[in-house]
């Protein structure tokens, strides 16, 4: 007869190996990956997927609701912050000019502002007028005595 305890620590033990695997690979990503987007995106995953396992892994060797709760809520930011967090890193490089790898057959995000300056009007002329500091006029705090 198959003892579940030892069974699901086995898998948790698994589960946290797994997890170290990802954490090495994302690593070797960093390392050996050309560009800033491709690295990001190995670390993300794979770091994502990293600790998710090592955390259902902890969860596996030690089953109890006073772990399971924090493992779990844990797992839930991970998967929600992580793939919002290297998404804004990425388009934050992008907008910084980081350059695409030579290797990069499309570049998605050029199209999208290309078809979205296309679909905008064009600037009125109140809108590229620059006021200097003094000047009050279309500023929404300061009024100018009437």
């Known amino acids: 007869m ?3 305890l030892a069974a699901g620590r086995a898998l948790g033990y698994a589960a946290v190996a797994a997890g170290i ?3 090495a690979v994302a690593a ?3 390392l050996r990956l050309p560009d800033v987007y491709t690295r990001l995106s190995a670390v993300t995953k794979a770091a994502t997927l990293g600790v998710c396992l090592v955390l259902l892994g902890a969860l596996l060797i030690e089953p109890s609701w ?3 709760i924090p493992l779990l809520l844990a ?3 991970q998967l929600i912050t992580s793939p919002v967090g ?3 890193l990425g388009r934050a490089a992008y ?3 980081v350059s695409l790898n030579t290797r990069a057959h499309y570049n998605d995000l050029a199209r999208d502002e290309a078809l979205r300056d296309e679909a905008l009007p064009p600037p009125r002329a109140s809108d590229t007028e620059r006021h200097s500091p003094d000047d009050t006029r279309n500023h929404p705090t300061r009024r100018l005595p009437q």
């Open 86 to 88: 290297g998404f804004a």
């Open 2 to 4: 198959i003892d579940l």
């Open 95 to 97: 907008r910084a000019g």
């Open 21 to 23: 695997l990802l954490f």
């Open 75 to 77: 797992v839930a930011l």
């Open 66 to 68: 006073r772990t399971a």
């Open 28 to 30: 070797l990503g960093l």
